[in-house]
């Protein structure tokens, strides 16, 4: 189960597409830039309270720091070293904070450059309400969902070309003469990539899910009406993982009328479609109707943080860029250079994704601790700014003094 050192912690192995997770696993963990290690110094302590308070000391965790970001480019000329890059492949699962976007340098974004590099597939997005937290909906409640996004392809594959440049001029010459494509001069070019194998671990990762967790929808959300042989093909492509892997586990939404009269099997999932403009309206009005969401990249940007607005915002908003053997979690909001250092932002969103990454590791006890704790803390109203300044009667606490609220609230 990975290299043993009673101090150091035990290395997490990754054998036939499970996690091997010792009573004291090595995990990374980032910082993060701006607000990261404000939220950082509240999220640590109540993960180790809730894995200490669980499993009576018997299980802890073993943080090891990970260099990535602007301290990493400050003492190394790197925002991303090599070491980090190696480090994070021996640990598998780390935890981290917002990154900034370097200006100039060549990384367009350190988030998707870590994504592409370790092949982390599935960006994962679990969206629900917390009672007392302030949002704009009428029935909050209704809306839980958890959505995977595909995190490698799409229009983020970074491959374009500016306005102008010798590489769109040959790309826009090569369209027009050799198939006839009429593209106005001058234009920028992009390229969306979308792959059968992209698509369908993807599907099959949203599919598993539905079976572990035992949900009864899952959805596929396409553009595929315009882009047929892009995000068309990931909706085809997605029928066909249900088809091919998961028939006896799986209804279509076409057979559940042709074969079953509109009923769904107990313990069957029904497999069904939406267009992509639709599922934001249908997520509004009628959000009980939808549970996992597997959808290409940029839709997946939009939805799930057009989801997280429903419930209250990013500062509650977690999330996991998972592949085969590698995980990390992250928040999910940016680094809000203006309140670092102030002790004051959300830890929110950290600390929930550290819930997922317990989970993850087959720690549920300590996950549910650490939920139901964010909870009755928010329900005492002893809450960061971002929370206080639309509840009513609610008292302003710090990002510290919020993680010690929620440590507070644990059994």
């Not at 101090?7 to 004291?24: M, S, W």
């Not at 769109?168 to 390229?191: C, H, M, N, T, Y």
């Not at 057979?255 to 069904?272: F, S, T």
């Not at 932002?345 to 994704?353: A, E, K, T």
Request: some cysteine.
């Amino acid at each position: 189960m990975g290299s043993q050192n009673n101090h150091e912690g035990t290395l997490i192995d990754y054998r036939n597409g499970k996690y091997l997770v010792a009573d004291d696993p090595v995990i990374g963990f980032i910082e993060g830039d701006g607000i990261g290690p404000d939220i950082w110094r509240a999220t640590r302590p109540v993960l180790d309270a809730a894995v200490e308070k669980a499993y009576g000391g018997r299980r802890r965790i073993a943080w090891k720091p990970l260099l990535v970001g602007e301290k990493a480019h400050r003492e190394t000329g790197s925002y991303l070293p090599a070491e980090a890059l190696e480090k994070i492949r021996e640990y598998r699962v780390a935890i981290k904070g917002p990154l900034s976007t370097p200006v100039g340098g060549g990384i367009r974004s350190l988030n998707v450059a870590l994504r592409q590099y370790f092949d982390l597939y599935a960006c994962i997005r679990p969206v629900r309400y917390y009672e007392g937290v302030p949002n704009p909906m009428k029935h909050p409640e209704r809306l839980d969902v958890v959505i995977f996004r595909e995190n490698t392809e799409d229009v983020y594959a970074g491959i374009e070309w500016e306005s102008g440049s010798p590489e769109a001029e040959k790309v826009i010459a090569f369209l027009r003469d050799q198939l006839g494509a009429d593209i106005r001069p001058k234009s920028g070019i992009g390229i969306k990539p979308i792959s059968p194998m992209g698509s369908k671990r993807l599907v099959r990762k949203a599919i598993e899910h539905a079976i572990e967790h035992q949900a009864r929808i899952v959805t596929l959300v396409h553009k595929g009406n315009i882009m047929k042989f892009t995000e068309g093909a990931f909706r085809q492509w997605g029928y066909e993982v249900a088809r091919d892997e998961f028939a006896d586990q799986v209804v279509t939404e076409e057979d559940l009328y042709a074969k079953y009269d509109g009923v769904l099997p107990e313990g069957r999932i029904l497999l069904n479609d939406r267009i992509a403009d639709a599922i934001f309206q249908q997520l509004l009005l009628r959000p009980a109707e939808y549970q996992v969401l597997a959808t290409p990249n940029l839709n997946g940007d939009y939805l799930s943080d057009a989801c997280a607005a429903q419930v209250g915002g990013l500062g509650m908003a977690p999330g996991a860029n998972i592949g085969d053997g590698i995980a990390i979690f992250e928040a999910t909001h940016g680094t809000a250079p203006k309140y670092a250092d102030l002790d004051k932002v959300n830890p929110g969103s950290l600390i929930l994704s550290g819930r997922m990454m317990l989970e993850m590791l087959g720690w549920p006890e300590a996950a549910e601790m650490v939920e139901k704790a964010l909870q009755q803390a928010i329900l005492r109203k002893k809450v960061t700014y971002d929370l206080a300044r639309q509840m009513e009667g609610a008292e302003e606490v710090g990002c510290r003094a919020f993680g010690e609220q929620i440590i507070a609230c644990m059994p």
